[in-house]
């Protein structure tokens, strides 16, 4: 599935518009942090560096949703399973 780390709409309030954020850095980096899959290091290296749309492989999706899940806030986790599952689901 491919997604954009750059632009993600994270609803930090329970009233109002989500904000956009970039997060390549600190998910790449997170990520880098909290695994010993040397295939997952390299997705984190390609988030961490991306200029737009890349392509994550199925097989880490649940990973990178694990690490956010210990390492972000509750909005910040939830805009990255609306990116990574939910949109994947809808473009099927």
């Known amino acids: 599935m491919k997604a954009d780390f750059s632009h993600v709409k994270v609803q930090l309030t329970f009233e109002g518009e989500p ?9 790449g980096n997170n990520i ?5 899959d040397i295939g997952l290091d390299e997705v984190a290296r390609q988030i961490y ?5 890349i392509e ?3 097989e880490y999706v649940l990973p990178i949703i694990d690490i956010a899940s210990k390492c972000f ?8 399973r609306q990116l990574l599952i ?7």
């Open 19 to 27: 904000t956009d954020f970039d997060i390549r850095k600190e998910l």
């Open 32 to 36: 880098r942090q909290n695994t010993a």
């Open 49 to 53: 560096f991306s200029e737009g749309e």
């Open 56 to 58: 994550i492989p199925d």
């Open 73 to 80: 806030i509750v909005p910040l986790q939830q805009a990255l």
């Open 86 to 92: 939910h949109e994947n689901h809808e473009k099927n």
